[in-house]
């Protein structure tokens, strides 16, 4: 089965919809959460992942908008967004992100927003956490997204330490033996210094992953957020990859 992954696409559907066209047919399509808050297009968004059955946990921008996370933990910009978002979405989007559970597990791979321990909040950004955390999932691989930041966690086998890479773009790449937490990046705002969306292709019979970018018109979703007049800084960033 070929599995397209994406993860905190923010409401940027001009993103989402680039990356969709891009990875052309796919059987499933698995979303790592926060598919709304920062961007223009929430509704729209969570339309376009119901069109294709795809597989979604929530993420703290989701719990945000549903009143379920403090937007206290959010910097000022994100809980303006935040809130804008919670306004537009409709009571079918609101009911849709309601229904998600916070992790799943599909063949070998658990799906989870930050992390398996702490599925809505915790950030996995270095190997000593990533190491911890796989005595929380019981599957070969844990997909997360919350960093936007692409990366391949690896324990070998009788290994002790976590290794950590960046996914090579383009390639698949053959998943060993030993355990893995990968992270596809940010669809809707990437913060690795490359503002194209990031996302996963998965081959679940083979074993592969393959990292893919994909160039999405940038200033057409900065357009929607100052007609939205959403935070500036927020728009700003796109085009940093940051
Ligand atoms: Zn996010």
Same mark, same amino acid.
């Given at each position: 089965?070929?599995?397209? $992954? $994406? ?23 698995? @979303? ?16 376009? #992942?119901?069109? +294709? ?38 009571? @079918? ?9 916070? %992790?799943?597990?599909?063949? *070998? =791979?658990?799906? *989870?927003?930050? @992390? /398996?321990?702490?599925?809505?909040? !915790? ?8 190491? !911890?955390?796989?005595?929380? =999932? !019981? ?13 391949? =966690? ?8 976590? %290794? ?9 790449? /053959? ?6 937490? #990968? ?20 081959? %679940?019979?083979? #074993?592969?992953?393959?990292? +893919?970018?994909? *160039?999405?018109?940038?200033? !057409? ?8 007049? #959403? ?12």
């Amino acid at each position: 089965m070929r599995v397209l $992954v $994406v993860s905190d696409v923010h409401s940027n559907l001009v993103a989402l919809e680039a990356v969709l066209a891009a990875v052309g047919d796919v059987d499933a399509v698995w @979303s790592l959460g926060d598919v709304v808050g920062y961007g223009p297009r929430p509704n729209a968004c969570i339309d376009r #992942l119901r069109e +294709r059955d795809a597989i979604s946990i929530p993420g703290n921008h989701d719990w945000g908008v549903l009143g379920k996370a403090d937007l206290g933990m959010f910097n000022p910009d994100a809980r303006q967004a935040n809130l804008w978002n919670r306004a537009q979405l409709r009571p @079918s989007a609101r009911a849709y992100l309601e229904g998600l559970e916070e %992790t799943r597990v599909e063949g *070998a =791979f658990t799906l *989870a927003h930050g @992390s /398996p321990r702490a599925p809505i909040w !915790e950030y996995l950004l270095y190997s000593d956490t990533a190491r !911890e955390n796989l005595q929380h =999932f !019981e599957t070969k691989v844990c997909l997360v997204g919350h960093t936007h930041i692409p990366a391949i =966690f690896y324990l070998p086998p009788d290994a002790d330490r976590c %290794t950590l890479d960046q996914p090579p773009e383009g390639e698949p790449f /053959p998943l060993e033996e030993g355990r893995y937490i #990968l992270n596809p990046g940010s669809v809707g705002q990437p913060r690795d210094g490359d503002p194209r969306a990031a996302c996963l292709l998965i081959d %679940t019979e083979a #074993l592969t992953v393959e990292q +893919r970018r994909v *160039a999405y018109d940038i200033e !057409e979703t900065q357009r929607a957020m100052r007609l939205a007049e #959403l935070p500036y800084r927020l728009s700003a960033r796109l085009e940093m990859g940051w």
